[in-house]
């Protein structure tokens, strides 16, 4: 519980809040380059490692030794991985947002972050079965682990650009090609898989799916990492392709467009959940379609941030409203969702600013429509309040006393 309510302050604080300011700010000047790189890096760095990383740490804390029959590890690595992830990342926001000392505030958050990392990985990965030999490893755990190195990746080249920039750079901010490149490590390289493997082990079962392509799966896997190489290479349009067959493939893996062949277990959360996670499915196919679209254009901010945003808001934000509100109340102590009428709403809330968003950055980003400049502040405005009642939902959840529920996955 503690993982995720660091994890929703990081979401709305350093992350939306920052971000609808960002928004804010390029819309009244009508411009994209017009704020500081830093204050963007500041509010992507908080959303992809305070809030998703910071969830994900938690729940695979709670999770991986459950699902592998593995012994309990030492409570501590969870408290202490706690304290440096949360300095780490913390340190990293004040270090763009105030540059005060930010040589010496970026190289030990980065240093902290991967220290946070390979306590979390220690703890998780290395202690034996309880009893008898693990069950053999299931496709959807090589998908989870390929994710665990992506964040692996994503933390060691974060330690290799800020000891450059400490040493060599006027300012914290990632140069703007590499930070391209390693976003694209840090999106698709970690937070993708692991939603695909998550999606994997929970989702046919929650939403009555056919039996998942194992096979299918593990080339989606290959094409993603794949498309995350090739990307990183600067290769971006061939790294477009292969993500968007890596993504088609995980959603034929997965089945979500055939007919389900169970009712979906929708108790205790809206009965709308299944629509909403194909919808998430069909913004990571359009995320994927857009960067290939922002390769061929060349310098295209607008198409770039489009896909970006139908990414991370699409796709990720909108599997975590769907599936967390879903499983982290009885991961929390056997809670019972506080309102699935408020599932809803956030959820119709944020499709509805994701669509404004994603279709009005490329129309005035790319100067297509000026009109558009107008709707992006009202596009952020409904994504922030779809943000501010998941915190609502969840917090109201964890303060309201446990009751007997099924188990998250029954
Ligand atoms: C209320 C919702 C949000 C708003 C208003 C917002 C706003 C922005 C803005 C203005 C930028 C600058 C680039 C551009 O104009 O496209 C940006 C970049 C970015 N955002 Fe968001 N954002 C939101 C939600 C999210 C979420 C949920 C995530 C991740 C889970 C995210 C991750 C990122 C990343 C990774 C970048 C790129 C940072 C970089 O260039 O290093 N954003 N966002």
Redesign the pocket.
């Known amino acids: 519980m503690t993982y995720i309510v660091t994890g929703l302050i990081f ?1 709305l604080l350093p ?2 809040f920052l ?2 300011w ?2 804010i700010k ?1 819309s009244s000047r009508e411009a ?1 380059e017009s ?1 500081s ?1 830093v204050w ?2 500041a ?3 908080a ?2 490692f305070g ?2 990383g910071t969830f994900i740490l938690g729940i695979g804390f709670c999770s991986i030794p459950k699902l592998r029959k593995l012994k309990p590890f030492a409570l501590w690595s969870a408290w202490l991985t706690w304290v440096l992830w949360v300095v780490g990342v913390t340190v990293r926001w004040f270090s763009n947002i105030y540059p005060w000392h930010w040589r010496i505030a970026l190289l030990l958050s980065a240093a902290l972050e991967l220290a946070a990392f390979l306590i979390f990985f220690q703890a998780v990965a290395s202690h034996r079965p309880s009893g008898g030999s693990a069950k053999p490893l299931e496709p959807w755990i090589f998908v989870v682990i390929a994710a665990t190195l992506g964040l692996l990746a994503s933390l060691l080249l974060n330690v290799g650009a800020s000891f450059q920039l400490a040493l060599n750079a006027d300012s914290p901010a ?1 140069p703007h090609l590499f ?2 490149r ?2 694209i490590v ?2 698709w390289g970690f ?1 993708v898989p692991m939603v695909w493997g998550f999606s994997a082990r929970w989702l046919p079962v929650f939403m009555g799916l056919r039996p998942l392509r194992n096979s299918f799966l593990v080339f989606a896997l290959a094409f993603n990492i794949l498309g995350v190489i090739v990307g990183f290479l600067e290769h971006f349009f061939a790294a477009g392709i292969f993500l968007l067959v890596g993504a088609a493939t995980a959603i034929g893996a997965i089945r979500f467009f055939e007919p389900a062949v169970k009712p979906a277990k929708t108790v205790n959360v809206h009965r709308s959940f299944p629509a909403f996670i194909r919808i998430a499915y069909g913004w990571l196919l359009i995320a994927a379609a857009l960067s290939i679209w922002a390769a061929l254009a060349g310098a295209a ?2 198409i ?3 896909s ?2 139908a990414l ?2 699409g796709f ?2 909108a599997m975590i409203f769907c599936v967390g509100q879903r499983i982290l109340p009885s991961f929390c102590g056997m809670r019972v969702l506080w309102s699935p009428k408020l599932m809803l709403i956030m959820l119709v809330l944020l499709m509805s ?1 994701c669509t404004l ?1 994603v279709a009005s ?1 490329i129309l005035a ?1 790319q100067e297509y429509a000026t009109w558009a400049w107008n709707v992006l502040p009202v ?2 405005l409904i ?2 309040t779809a ?1 501010a009642l998941f915190a609502v939902n969840l917090v109201v959840t964890f303060a309201r006393p446990p009751v007997v529920v099924a188990s998250p996955l029954t």
Do not use: C
């Open positions: 979401m992350g939306t971000g609808v960002n928004l390029i994209a704020i790189p963007i890096q509010h992507g760095h959303q992809l809030w998703v990632f930070d391209q390693y976003l840090s999106t937070i901010p607008g770039w941030g489009a970006r945003h991370t808001v990720v934000a600013g968003r950055e980003y596009s952020a994504e922030l943000v």
